[in-house]
Each structure stands twice: as structure tokens, then as C-alpha cells.
């Protein structure tokens, strides 16, 4: 059973508009939150972050919100750029024994229209 | 700075056929994971390590082992190949902190045939 969910496979997007990716969780033991980048043939890079006792963390472009009692996640981007288009990941991790094992979501392939 | 690194970064087998997927990284991380990605199911976990000398199962740890030789190296072994193993490996290591991140390799693509 996935405990993290991705819904939207794929998301097209104009090249300046904002991108909203979205993630839900099935276990309310997640306390942290990451959204990964993948382009293809390279490994996944980390983009930014959030852990439970925040439900905002904005990083230049990059913005995550999380709405805990919804055990839903999501991260914007604006604006979209072309190097942006990629796969997204969303990942959680619980907290104490549970911290190290982190979970990924299936993905959502952005492709930013120029 | 070298990171996370993988090797091989190819590798093909005849069913049956026994390898293992060296990782290793250099940033002193406690933790580090074996994931797989295939199309369609994202990276999911196999084994992680918490700290040297320690393992745990992730999601789909059918048909695999795990080594953590020392703080550096944790390695990924297949002991009978089988075609539904083809994929492609991600190891990582995770950095401390609250949120801390994990540290991709580039990937080892294995393909069973």
C-alpha cells in the first residue's frame, strides 16, 4: 500500500506561470517532508524542505505548504522555467526509530512550455 | 567532492547470476538506502542503514541482501538474479538534521535477462 501519493503523473505548464505539484500522505507518523528533482539518466536532487511543525518554507522559486490535518503537501513553482521540466518526488520520514526510513512518492513529470 | 558513488554503472545478467552494487560516500553520513526506480512506481526503498552496523528491510526487500561494511560503504547484493529485478538502483546517504536531505549517486542500471 503507497503510503506517499502522487496522483498526477504528468503537468504541463507555460514557461512563467506558477507550477503546483502535489503529494498526499497516508501516515499521520510523518513528520518530514522533501521534494526531490530527477532529470533523466542522473540521480535526484533535493529542493527543498519541510518538517510538520511548519505548514509554509519557501526557498527563492520554491515553496512548500503542508496541510497536516489533510495529510497533503505541495510545492510551487514560480515562475516556471524550461529547466525546470523534470520528474518531482515528493518524500516523508517519520520521527525517532522512524526518521531514517524515508518513503517516495511515484513521481509527476513537470514539462515547462517555452 | 565526490558525494555518493556507485559502481557499476552497468550491468547486465543471465538469470540466476549473483552481483553486488558498491556504494560508497564521503560526507560522513550515519544513514544510508538502496532504492530502485521503475516507470511508473517512483524510488522505492529496499534496505537502509540507520548507523554503521545496522540494517533494516524498506518496501520491497525480496531478493536482496545488504552490507554495511563501515561508515562509508553499504553495499546491495542479488544472489539469483531474476528479470523482474531489472531496474535502475539509486544508493544514497542522508545528511543529520531535523529535515535532512539525502544525497543521490548517479544510478546503476542492471538488466536481467
Known amino acids: 500500500d503507497q503510503q506517499v501519493k502522487q496522483n498526477s503523473p504528468s503537468l504541463s505548464v507555460q514557461e512563467g506561470r506558477i507550477s503546483i505539484l502535489n503529494c498526499d500522505y497516508t501516515n499521520s507518523m510523518f513528520d518530514y517532508f522533501l521534494w526531490y528533482k530527477k532529470y533523466p539518466a542522473e540521480g535526484p536532487t533535493f529542493l527543498i524542505s519541510i518538517s510538520s511543525i511548519k505548514d509554509k518554507n519557501e526557498d527563492g522559486r520554491f515553496t512548500v505548504f503542508l496541510n497536516k490535518s489533510a495529510k497533503h503537501l505541495s510545492l510551487h513553482i514560480v515562475p516556471s522555467q524550461p529547466g525546470d521540466s523534470a520528474v518531482y518526488f515528493c518524500a516523508a520520514s517519520g520521527s525517532g526509530t522512524s526518521y531514517d526510513k524515508v518513503i517516495f512518492g511515484p513521481g509527476t513529470s513537470l514539462s515547462v512550455i517555452p | 567532492n565526490a558525494g555518493v558513488t556507485q559502481t557499476p554503472k552497468f550491468q547486465v545478467l543471465k538469470t540466476g547470476q549473483s552481483m553486488t552494487l558498491q556504494c560508497a560516500q564521503d560526507?560522513?553520513?550515519?544513514?544510508m538506502y538502496w532504492y530502485r526506480q521503475d516507470p511508473g512506481m517512483g524510488l522505492r526503498l529496499i534496505y537502509y542503514s540507520a548507523s554503521e552496523g545496522t540494517t533494516d528491510k524498506g518496501e520491497v526487500p525480496n531478493g536482496y541482501n545488504v552490507s554495511r561494511l563501515n561508515k562509508r560503504e553499504f553495499s546491495l547484493r542479488l544472489e539469483s538474479a531474476a528479470p523482474s529485478q531489472t531496474s535502475v538502483y539509486f544508493c544514497a546517504s542522508r545528511r543529520q538534521g531535523m529535515t535532512g536531505e539525502l544525497f543521490f549517486g548517479e544510478g546503476s542500471r542492471l538488466t536481467v535477462l
Open positions: 560526507m560522513n553520513h550515519n544513514s
